[in-house]
């Protein structure tokens, strides 16, 4: 049984989505062991306190994230402020995002398939393979976006091996780029 659940705590490890399904495969093993740590304590008080402190525990625990009676620290960070910034040039306008922060989609709408950054990257970073320009360039033509939000320093090198994508693109700084012209 301790074996099992060093495999499951190796999986957990090296599985890349750390999310709350993971700790599923912790079940047996922790209801294996704590029943054996109940079991063992032979004073029967100290075998019922125990058990009343560990299920406190983990009501309060349940509740407590539940209802948020805890705070996280670095929650923050991932909610999306539904204020408008004074230098957002793009609020209301069709924009696409290179860079992990999607922000800025709050205050705009969609334009290209290129939301989710950790799957376009593959794509959009290579651009060393004509199938990829080629790919890009379609996207781009079906679904023209007033906005390019560049967060890291991508569009340069994409105009530079699209130049004619480049040609309808103005940087206005700060790594946002806006479309000369509206069709």
Aim: with cysteine.
């Amino acid at each position: 049984m301790f074996l099992c659940f060093l495999v499951s705590a190796l999986i957990m490890t090296l599985y890349a989505n750390r999310t709350g399904e993971v700790f599923i495969i912790f079940i047996p093993w922790t209801a294996f062991f704590l029943t054996h740590f109940f079991i063992s304590i032979r004073h029967r008080i100290k075998r019922e306190l125990s058990f009343l402190i560990y299920l406190t525990a983990v009501l309060v625990l349940y509740f407590g994230f539940t209802f948020q009676w805890f705070s996280l620290h670095d929650h923050e960070q991932i909610l999306v402020k539904n204020e408008l910034p004074a230098s957002v040039p793009y609020a209301e306008k069709r924009i696409v995002v290179f860079g992990p922060d999607i922000r800025p989609y709050y205050f705009a709408s969609v334009s290209t398939p290129y939301l989710n950054w950790q799957l376009s990257k593959w794509q959009v970073e290579e651009l060393n393979y004509y199938d990829n320009l080629e790919s890009i360039d379609r996207n781009f033509r079906q679904d023209m976006p007033d906005y390019i939000v560049d967060q890291i320093d991508l569009a340069p090198r994409l105009f530079y091996n699209m130049p004619l994508l480049g040609a309808e693109y103005e940087n206005t700084g700060r790594g946002i780029y806006k479309r000369k012209i509206n069709n």
